[in-house]
């Protein structure tokens, strides 16, 4: 009797593999990487508390901050972030940050860890994880069957931020995301493409010396956001 062919995709192995010896002995690869935060997410909905908040982490996300991965990991924090905006922006994770803590989504975990071995058609998030995503001017959800690579991410203020530091420009990374996050990201009514592009334009417009030849180019103090942004 022959195998289902769709079986020959998989393999097993228990997550005490993570915490072992072998396995946290050197400095990780990339490869070794994705794995872990893989591993380590959450097979089902839990929680934790965080100065006594609940923090809900559900199936397919991980709780891992920056810290925890670069002790995990060794590496520094500043490769952990490069890593996480890596996979990111090739639609591996969404990552949701806030003043309590970081959690990380793993896109397509039930393809992946579902308990059939049959492949999955289905192409989304995790459970509970929607994409903040812009496409033929309206917001697709993981419930639509989409090809991932086509649409456009809506980038957070921090990945802005690392973004204009490692250009070494003065773009305003909190002006920028408002600016666009009123407009629904689009340019002259066409959904945006690349944000990061978007970013090189503003540079430009930095680099005029008078901001009254680029009219249409927001400042800190213009009044669209109130007095409350600082530049640079």
Not at 27 to 50: C, H, M, R, S
Not at 87 to 116: G, R
Not at 141 to 169: A, G, H, L
Request: aromatic share 12%; net charge positive.
């Amino acid at each position: 009797m022959s195998k289902d062919p769709s079986s020959i995709n998989w393999f097993k192995g228990h997550r005490s593999l993570l915490s072992s010896q072998l396995w946290l002995s050197e400095p990780f690869t990339k490869g070794q990487a994705w794995v872990d935060l893989f591993g380590n997410a959450n097979w089902e909905d839990k929680y934790f508390i965080v100065r006594g908040v609940k923090v809900v982490v559900k199936r397919g996300q991980c709780g891992f901050s920056e810290i925890t991965m670069a002790k995990r990991w060794k590496w520094s924090r500043g490769k952990v972030r490069r890593f996480l905006n890596e996979l990111e922006h090739d639609f591996k994770i969404v990552q949701h940050k806030n003043n309590l803590t970081s959690l990380t989504a793993i896109c397509n975990y039930e393809k992946y860890q579902s308990d059939s071995t049959t492949d999955s058609t289905a192409d989304g998030t995790t459970d509970g994880t929607q994409l903040r995503i812009y496409k033929k001017e309206r917001i697709i959800r993981k419930e639509d069957n989409i090809q991932i690579s086509t649409v456009f991410v809506v980038p957070t203020i921090e990945q802005i931020r690392e973004y204009c530091k490692e250009r070494k420009n003065s773009v305003d990374p909190e002006l920028f995301f408002n600016y666009y996050e009123t407009r629904g990201w689009k340019l002259k009514g066409v959904p945006m493409k690349s944000w990061k592009a978007a970013v090189g334009t503003w540079e430009r417009y930095d680099k005029e010396k008078d901001n009254a030849k680029n009219p249409n180019r927001p400042t800190w103090n213009s009044g669209i956001y109130g007095n409350n942004f600082k530049r640079g």
